[in-house]
């Protein structure tokens, strides 16, 4: 979930009254959303940079607050704000609307045919006469930071960049040239460069250079000028300085260049519906001709306002209510979503504005309604089912044993259940065919090759990562492992052991033995020493396995079947997982047990 970062006193001037903190968490709970953390830029800076470096900082308080990953238009105090004072039933929602310039010449961007190798689609607005003042102006800059963090895939989908129209002249052209021909100073930039050596400037830049992967290494890179030839943006890197934004522009000139089409109309329609409240006439956009390679002509921004009808019987049966139509319709305008009931009394008719692109489905408009509504106000009732859950037994004995283990002294680790192929065979010295390793298909990294069949290679990656804490080192984990199996029908089967590792100046037999003799008494199993004639007593007996050192491996066996086993590791495996010092390691199987 993304976070925004607010400060107090402009969200709750924007809201038009004072909340405590405890109210205002109160509100973002009811709303759906999470105030996560409330703090000051100075409290943040001397937390992360030291107290040196949060000298001259900001004392305000600022809200930070964990918005749904697909609710865009929360993420500024703009629709923030707008959103809550819906919400509370306030203010109606805005209806949003494309104009066309009042003295008719309406500014063209045109796509030219180079752009298809690089980022094929772009779309424009503009915003006219808007007033900026510092704060607005910081929570602009701000969107579009979430926008290109969140939706916009860190720029690879969509890249977003404004302009002061008022700089530049238009018929826009949206082309791909050679980088060495593309010169221009950049934002905040004193002096020209070309394409190539600002890829090479940013290479260094702690927040530029992530995107620079996007363009390297291409013939051609996008780049947007105006009927002038002055560069507007070389997208997805960096605006130019010529067209920067300042707070006495007055028409903001905004281009959205992509490789997903939807994705630039979804993150334009946002940018301009949440700051179109500033322009002189509030709520309006005005449209820029686009021009495709193909000759055909669109306006943008779309802005569409869709309905959708869904029945007050959908949205009761779904959520566990029984409210009527009229109500329902009430709760769904309350989240910006105008709604009334249909003439036949049973269906609600949705508008679904353009800032809601999360709505896609009658389940995500039921959705809305529940968080209206309040989830805590909906009534408890037993599932209408035949059967009550009871927990695992397998699952029980292992929640269980993780008490008792850890209050014998280990400390348990959950570590990854792929792994490498050669963290299962050769470093632990182990046979390729002694394995019976699950293999995964398109493995995306070396790592997460197969599923392990040992959660020993995990404890020793954990112990080599942590070798420099105070000895002894004791660790656990209680999980499962993956074996092939014929006679199962997928050919596969899980199989849940206990693994523990004691590290060491000296190899600590002794300790894992004592660890297996008090799972032993915890799991009801006496030992043979103590229960003769007992054929389901457990005793350990020599054995060999490469994995352990020679003459210090032992198996774990009750009755007669092998369980597991204990021991020293060889100083080989030691190596393998960069450790110096001795360890000794227990793993069973704890289905045996049940």
Do not use: W
Not at 102 to 116: H, N
Not at 175 to 204: D, Q
Not at 343 to 367: K, L, N, T, W, Y
């Amino acid at each position: 979930m993304p976070t925004v970062e607010v400060k107090r006193e402009a969200l709750l001037k924007a809201l038009g009254r004072v909340y405590t903190d405890e109210e205002f968490d109160e509100l973002c709970f009811e709303f759906g959303l999470e105030l996560d953390e409330v703090t000051s830029e100075k409290e943040q800076v001397s937390r992360e940079q030291g107290k040196e470096r949060a000298v001259g900082a900001s004392e305000d308080v600022i809200y930070k607050i964990d918005v749904p990953a697909n609710r865009y238009d929360l993420l500024c105090v703009e629709g923030l704000a707008r959103g809550l004072q819906v919400f509370k039933e306030r203010c109606e929602a805005p209806v949003y609307r494309r104009v066309e310039p009042a003295d008719g010449k309406m500014q063209r961007l045109v796509i030219s045919p180079e752009t298809a190798s690089v980022r094929p689609y772009a779309v424009a607005a503009v915003l006219r006469n808007i007033s900026l003042d510092k704060e607005r102006y910081d929570s602009f800059i701000e969107l579009q930071e979430k926008l290109h963090q969140n939706v916009c895939r860190k720029r690879t989908l969509v890249a977003i960049g404004t302009h002061d129209l008022d700089t530049v002249s238009g018929p826009f052209v949206y082309t791909a040239r050679p980088p060495a021909e593309i010169k221009f100073t950049p934002l905040n930039g004193s002096r020209e460069h070309t394409a190539c050596e600002l890829m090479e400037l940013y290479r260094t830049d702690s927040h530029l250079r992530h995107y620079l992967h996007i363009l390297d290494g291409r013939p051609l890179y996008p780049v947007i000028v105006d009927a002038r030839g002055v560069v507007l943006s070389m997208p997805p890197i960096i605006n130019g300085n010529h067209s920067k934004i300042t707070l006495s522009t007055r028409n903001v000139f905004i281009e959205c260049t992509a490789t997903d089409p939807y994705k630039a109309k979804v993150v334009l329609d946002t940018l301009v519906a949440m700051f179109s409240e500033y322009c002189a006439e509030p709520f309006t956009v005005e449209a820029v001709e686009v021009v495709s390679p193909d000759g055909q002509t669109t306006l943008f921004p779309e802005l569409p306002y869709r309905t959708e009808v869904l029945s007050a019987e959908y949205i009761n049966s779904r959520v566990g209510i029984r409210e009527s139509p009229e109500r329902l319709a009430r709760l769904l305008t309350r989240m910006c979503l105008k709604s009334e009931v249909a003439a036949d009394g049973s269906q609600i008719r949705v508008e679904v504005p353009p800032i809601r692109s999360d709505i896609i489905h009658a389940c995500d408009i039921m959705e809305d309604a529940a968080i209206a509504y309040g989830f805590n106000n909906i009534a408890r009732t037993i599932p209408a089912t035949l059967t009550i859950a009871h927990q695992f037994p397998l699952n029980k004995l292992t929640d269980l044993l993780r008490v008792d283990v850890a209050a014998a002294g280990f400390t348990e680790a959950l570590t990854f259940a792929l792994c490498s192929h050669e963290d299962v065979t050769e470093k632990l010295l182990r046979d390729v065919s002694s394995t019976r390793a699950v293999l995964i298909a398109n493995p995306k990294s070396a790592d997460f090759q197969v599923a392990r069949t040992t959660l020993l290679p995990g404890l020793l990656k954990t112990l080599a990562a942590n070798r420099n804490m105070a000895l002894p080192l004791k660790l656990f984990e209680i999980s499962d492992v993956v074996l092939q199996d014929s006679s199962t029908d997928v050919g596969t089967r899980n199989e849940r052991r206990l693994c523990a590792v004691y590290y060491n100046k000296a190899p600590g037999f002794e300790v894992i033995h004592g660890l297996l003799d008090r799972v032993m008494q915890l799991l009801a199993v006496a030992s043979r020493s103590s229960a003769q004639g007992n054929d389901k007593a457990y005793h350990i007996a020599a054995d060999q396995d490469p994995t352990f050192f020679p003459g210090r491996c032992a198996c774990v066996r009750v009755g007669s079947a092998p369980v597991g086993r204990l021991g020293v590791l060889h100083p080989g495996v030691l190596a393998h997982f960069d450790l110096p010092l001795p360890c000794a390691a227990l793993e069973i199987s704890l289905e045996p047990f049940l």
